[in-house]
């Protein structure tokens, strides 16, 4: 495992990361919660009914802006899985890996 520090801009904060993964953004400690994409959906259909049944402005902005987030984590996970399925090695894991992928979005979990 390796660490290493960052400063991608002179006078900015700090990035870390750890074993390649970020774990801070310019000084901000960051979070990495594993959700599946049928969870994630879930959550983006929930707070998209939400902001339109919230009456206040500033609790709809702050929905809005949660909803951008995930709505940010789902694009992020599109793009990995197409880098995914370019690098993989060809192989009988790698087939296990299409048939689930596939039969998740087949069946609305993905």
Same mark, same amino acid.
């Given at each position: 495992m390796t660490v290493s520090f960052h400063r991608f801009l002179p006078?900015?904060?700090?990035? $870390?990361?750890?074993? =390649?993964? @970020?774990?801070m953004s310019f000084g901000s400690p960051i979070v990495e /919660?594993? &959700?599946?994409?049928?969870?994630?959906? =879930?959550? &983006? /259909?929930?707070?998209?009914?939400? &902001?339109?049944e919230?009456?206040?402005? $500033?609790?709809?902005? =702050?929905?809005?802006?949660? $909803?951008?987030?995930?709505? $940010?984590? @789902?694009q992020a996970h599109e793009r990995q899985h197409e880098q995914l399925m370019k690098?993989?090695?060809? =192989?009988?894991?790698?087939e296990e890996y299409m048939t689930n992928y596939a039969k998740a979005v087949q069946q609305g979990e993905a």
């Open positions: 006078d900015q904060p700090l990035s $870390a990361f750890y074993d =390649g993964r @970020l774990r /919660c594993p &959700i599946t994409v049928k969870e994630l959906q =879930g959550f &983006i /259909c929930t707070l998209e009914q939400a &902001i339109e919230e009456p206040n402005f $500033a609790q709809r902005r =702050g929905l809005e802006h949660i $909803a951008s987030v995930f709505k $940010a984590g @789902l690098e993989a090695p060809e =192989g009988a894991d790698f």
